[in-house]
């Protein structure tokens, strides 16, 4: 697993690349993210362990993986994880609202599931 999420680290996404580059090194009031950080038998794009929270970007395939997702969903939040859905082209045109929202989720306990 941890050999396929470096894989996956290596060979990220335009999305992943731009958002990761505006996540680490605590640059998101202080929140420590991880990237290709494998939960259970899942590879999630981003985690803040400390308050659990799962960002996941979306392509199109996504749409046809929508059962995939739902289920992976529920694996994260029955462990005790909040998922933060997001599209790739919002992160790509709407960079500054994807960061107020995720932000935002990291200080309110209710906020989970897709973001459009």
């Given at each position: 697993m941890?050999?396929?999420a ?8 335009g999305?992943?690349?731009l ?9 998101l009031?202080?929140?420590r ?5 494998p939960?259970?038998?899942y590879?999630c ?12 970007l979306?392509?199109?395939?996504h ?6 997702d739902a ?22 045109e709407?960079?500054?609202t994807?960061?107020?929202t ?5 200080h ?9």
């Amino acid at each position: 697993m941890n050999h396929f999420a470096k894989h996956l680290r290596a060979n990220a996404t335009g999305a992943e690349r731009l958002l990761w580059s505006r996540l680490r090194s605590r640059q998101l009031g202080g929140f420590r993210f991880r990237r290709q950080r494998p939960i259970g038998n899942y590879i999630c794009d981003f985690a803040c362990l400390s308050e659990s929270v799962v960002v996941e970007l979306d392509g199109s395939q996504h749409v046809d993986n929508a059962n995939y997702d739902a289920k992976r969903d529920a694996f994260l939040r029955s462990n005790g994880f909040r998922v933060l859905r997001f599209w790739n082209g919002d992160v790509m045109e709407r960079l500054e609202t994807v960061l107020e929202t995720i932000h935002e989720a990291l200080h309110r306990d209710g906020m989970d599931g897709r973001f459009d």
